[in-house]
């Protein structure tokens, strides 16, 4: 495979054996970065130097003698206390760009990782005969996002969704299923919004009957002990609003435009048969006590008011098993049965006490340890315009769809406003892919752990760190691409480079390198910040540098054109990372 090594790898490379050859029983990394007084600076001879006890200025002069230039670095100086400034070679970075054109796997030339893991990740949980609220949106996003950069690295990548499918609420349900038979339709013969119409009816209906009515409540309580004790008629209901709510979860994602697989929908009832076990060896192992009943997990640090130790509870003292026990047994699984060497959870920040908890307890089981970790990427909430957390006017929460929906209508309208010849059928495509990206690059672009403003007059906006930039600007190079007739993108090493076409180059190396360090921190915000630069040394670059009009000499227009098209290649493969389409045209 046609894999590139980045400029930054290799210049790594050099700094590091000068840095060994000059001081062999000193280790150190030359620390490079991009700059903007020289293409990089190394700023780790600084700490070599303190370690060595030298003057840094003349330990970097003593670098630099052990540097070959020609190839690759092209001039390097020492600067300031004792950083390098380094310059590359233009020949170096054409060619390097070239060879990840030529890369035709469609990675950019982007090596994979040597030693790939197995993640698994949870994300995209909502929970069975419920909506889906603006609550479930960043779960989704992000976790889809965190899959496509882990997946693009070479990681093997296993999705669980854990859905809410288990629960004292599905007695009430089934019991007036029951006792109304054919309020919900076979899942076979309804659409998104019909069964999740219906699912709502029936959940009204019955939580009014529960309020109201003594004896019902009986019956639905004496419904979960059926359930619970795997009653044939019963599990039967249960699977019908399961498979009825899977027909509204699809039809959203589908808006969401991502793609759930059926065989990754492993919900908490998944791990029922299990749980039993996790208790047996939990306390076997001492890890689990029985306190007043109920077998739990205390730890020293986790207290409530009075300064109690709040316990995890494993199992109930009636005997039952809740949250904590099924995703104890789902860690058992993943560990186990799927091989994982990470767990990610994409979960609501307000359950990080529980996934400290449950990680706590299965890593003093053993199942959990240096070599098999796991991280709750708990992420913050999104907000309203009035900076608290998103609401509708009737101070209701929002629903999910009607969310994306009004997202897709907002993109419509800066659609049409900017492409008068388009058709109407034309225009709600493009619509939908502006729209959906829209939400989804808004939500990426700020840290996980932060809150954020849902706010769409921003979002759709053409200026400014949206998708919609990055998208007119993809659709831009693409009209550009077709407008040459004749001259065809090619690179021409021996040319020299232009300032703006320099910066541009040398982004453009770096986005293996982007994608590696953003799947490596769970930091899609960083991709997509390097997306939205890149888009801008772009911008720069066609100001400066005309392409085809005014009309330079041809090898300059080649390989102008060839600038552009790896940038809209990386562009598109940067946004189908993180789940956001590029449209050819807008
Ligand atoms: N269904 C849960 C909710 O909506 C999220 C599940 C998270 N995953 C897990 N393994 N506990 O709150």
Redesign the pocket.
């Known amino acids: 495979m046609a894999s590139v090594t980045s400029l930054t790898d290799l210049v790594s490379k050099q700094l590091t054996s000068a840095l060994s050859a000059t001081r062999p029983e000193a280790s150190a990394d030359p620390l490079l970065r991009r700059s903007d007084r020289a293409d990089f600076q190394a700023n780790g001879i600084l700490a070599l130097a303190k370690k060595a006890k030298a003057n840094p200025r003349d330990l970097a002069t003593e670098v630099v003698s052990r540097i070959t230039t020609g190839d690759v670095i092209e001039d390097v100086e020492v600067s300031g206390p004792g950083f390098l400034n380094i310059t590359i070679a233009d020949r170096a970075v054409l060619e390097n760009l070239a060879a990840r054109y030529a890369d035709d796997t469609g990675r950019l030339g982007v090596p994979l990782a040597e030693k790939p893991g197995i993640t698994v990740i ?1 994300y995209a ?3 069975v005969a419920k909506e889906m609220h603006v ?2 949106l960043r ?1 989704a996003v992000i976790g889809d996002a965190l899959r496509g950069m882990l997946d693009f690295t070479g990681e093997k990548t296993i999705g ?1 969704h ?3 499918d288990w629960g004292t609420q599905f007695g009430m349900l089934i019991q007036y299923l029951m006792e109304h038979p054919g309020e919900l339709a076979p899942a076979s013969e309804v659409d998104g919004e019909q069964a999740m119409s219906n699912l709502n009816r029936v959940y009204k209906a019955s939580r009014a009957l529960f309020d109201a009515d003594e004896a019902f409540k009986e019956r639905a309580r004496k419904r979960v002990v059926a359930l619970q004790s795997g009653d044939k008629e019963t599990l039967e209901l249960w699977q019908q609003f399961v498979d009825e709510s899977k027909v509204y979860f699809y039809s959203v994602f589908e808006k969401l435009d991502m793609e759930i697989r059926d065989d990754e929908i492993v919900g ?1 009832s998944a791990y029922n048969e299990g749980m039993p076990e996790t208790a047996r060896l939990l306390e076997e192992m001492g890890v689990a006590e029985r306190s007043e009943g109920a077998l739990v997990v205390f730890f020293d640090d986790i207290r409530g008011k009075d300064d109690k130790p709040v316990p995890l509870i494993v199992q109930k003292a009636d005997g039952g098993f809740g ?1 904590a026990a ?2 104890l047994t ?1 860690i058992r699984d993943r560990v186990f049965g799927l091989h994982a060497t990470t767990l990610l ?1 994409v ?2 920040v307000r ?1 990080s006490l ?2 400290k908890m449950v990680f706590e307890t299965a890593r003093r089981a053993g199942w959990l340890n240096d070599d098999v970790t796991a991280h709750n990427m708990g992420y913050g909430t999104v907000l309203g315009a009035d900076g608290k957390p998103f609401k509708t006017r009737e101070g209701e929460t929002v629903r999910l769809e009607d969310l994306l929906d009004e997202a897709v209508q907002r993109a419509a309208e800066v659609v049409r406003e900017k492409a008068k010849d388009l058709t109407e059928e034309e225009i709600q495509e493009r619509a939908a892919q502006v729209g959906i990206g829209a939400v989804k690059y808004a939500d990426l672009s700020t840290s996980p752990s932060r809150d954020y403003k849902f706010d769409l007059d921003q979002m759709v906006s053409l200026n400014g760190d949206t998708s919609v930039y990055l998208q007119y600007a993809y659709a831009r190079i693409q009209s550009i691409l077709r407008k040459a007739g004749d001259v065809r993108p090619a690179a021409h090493p021996e040319l020299e480079l232009h300032e703006a076409e320099r910066a541009l180059g040398l982004h453009l190396d770096a986005f293996g390198d982007t994608v590696f360090e953003a799947a490596a921190e769970y930091a899609p915000h960083k991709l997509t910040a390097y997306l939205y630069q890149l888009a801008s040394l772009y911008t720069s670059f066609y100001d400066k540098c005309p392409v085809i009009k005014p009309q330079p000499p041809q090898d300059v227009a080649e390989n102008r054109l060839f600038l552009c098209d790896l940038t809209a290649r990386t562009l598109t493969k940067g946004m189908a990372l993180l789940g956001i389409r590029t449209p050819e045209r807008l």
Request: aromatic residues 14%; hydrophobic residues 20%.
């Open positions: 949870d949980q909502p929970n609550g479930h779960s669980r854990h859905i809410g908490e949250y099924s995703d789902a959870y979960v609501d359950q529980h996934f």
